[in-house]
């Protein structure tokens, strides 16, 4: 049964159009011209996306991820516990997808592609750039697996801490690394007046991009 306080939510979109005369012929580019135009509208969290990932038996899944760099303007770099619910799958599926939402900007971006280990140095470089207390919960944390308690977390934490002492940076678990995803799809969504929103899509054949309007 249709929630009516849910289902009466509505905004309508009319900030901005977007034309196929508007985007550039590379669809990095266009995404770099994009995601700068969120980094200066300060928006919440412009670099969080939503990484879907497919299981052996067919389920996918979904979390948010925080995109940390665009590799050779050809690829989506972020960093994750090569040990979780995801690693796994993509280790089993190199395949993903992932969405970025800036609602400030009612602007989408849809992205499909193959995924890629990062360089290790890449990996490292970036590890032993975070926070301390970054690098010791990427050490403690059994990212994705049951654990019995709070408590039990904040013990492994402060052990970590105990075994490295004073070292910093700490050296990178092996099992924490980088993932590029090199996309062949890229959408990129402007919402509009009267759902009749304008979407671009972009396609990758032979190494050159092809642009598309689809229908709302």
């Known amino acids: ?94 395949l993903a997808a992932i969405s970025f939402f800036w609602p400030g900007l009612e602007r989408q971006v849809r992205v499909e592609g193959r995924v890629e280990k990062a360089p290790e140095t890449m990996s490292t470089e970036y590890f032993q750039s975070r926070p301390r207390s970054s690098q010791l919960g990427a050490w403690a944390s059994p990212q994705s697996q049951i654990i019995g308690s709070r408590e039990e977390l904040e013990a492994r934490e402060a052990e970590v801490a105990s075994t490295f002492g004073a070292q910093d940076p700490l050296p990178r678990p092996p099992h924490w690394g980088g993932y590029i995803l090199r996309p062949h799809r890229v959408e990129f969504w402007q919402g509009r007046p009267s759902r009749l929103h ?19």
Request: glycine letters at 4%; aromatic letters at 8%; hydrophobic letters at 40%.
């Open 1 to 94: 049964m249709t929630d009516p306080h849910l289902a009466d939510l509505r905004k309508t979109y009319a900030q901005r159009t977007l034309s196929e005369a508007d985007v550039l012929p590379d669809a990095m580019q266009q995404f770099r011209v994009w995601l700068d135009e969120a980094l200066a509208a300060q928006l919440d969290e412009p670099t969080a996306l939503t990484l879907s990932t497919v299981a052996a038996s067919g389920q996918p899944s979904s979390r948010v991820v925080l995109l940390k760099g665009l590799p050779d303007d050809a690829g989506f770099l972020f960093y994750t516990n090569y040990d979780s619910r995801k690693g796994h799958e993509l280790t089993a599926q190199p």
């Open 198 to 216: 304008d979407r671009i899509v972009y396609e990758l054949e032979d190494n050159a991009w092809w642009r598309s309007r689809l229908a709302p």
